[in-house]
């Protein structure tokens, strides 16, 4: 089993910038990408970043050019920089890992962070 710890949401301001940690732990054998999605309410879950274990990176448009995701697969930890957030962004965020054993790729989700950005 792997399990997945956000941390590092909140409230902040229009314009303000945060920073979400996502760490990995327990029988890891081999993370081939992480990932960060978010869920606003009445929404459905959707793809923010993505970045797999050699660092190819993904984002989605809504995105791009504000966060930045990395990835410190030493410390099996995905990272997600938010700069000039808007209301728009305000939801529960959650990581997701694509853990391989093998040729058998199992997916693990956090308990997610709540973002709300609001003045």
């Known amino acids: 089993q792997v399990q997945l710890v956000e941390s590092g949401g909140g409230l902040v301001q229009p314009g303000g910038s945060l920073r979400l940690s996502c760490a990995a732990s327990?029988?890891?054998?081999?993370?081939?990408?992480m990932g960060w999605y978010r869920q606003a309410p009445g929404k459905q879950r959707e793809s923010v970043a993505h970045?797999?274990?050699?660092?190819?990176?993904n984002y989605a448009d809504s995105v791009k050019g504000r966060f930045t995701i990395s990835i410190d697969n030493a410390k099996n930890t995905v990272y997600l920089q938010m700069n000039r957030l808007k209301p728009e962004d305000t939801a529960v965020y959650y990581c997701?890992?694509?853990?391989?054993?093998?040729?058998?790729?199992?997916?693990?989700w956090g308990q997610g962070t709540q973002v709300t950005v609001s003045s």
């Open positions: 327990g029988r890891i054998f081999s993370i081939n990408a």
């Open positions: 970045i797999t274990s050699g660092g190819i990176t």
């Open positions: 997701n890992t694509d853990h391989v054993v093998g040729r058998t790729h199992t997916a693990y």
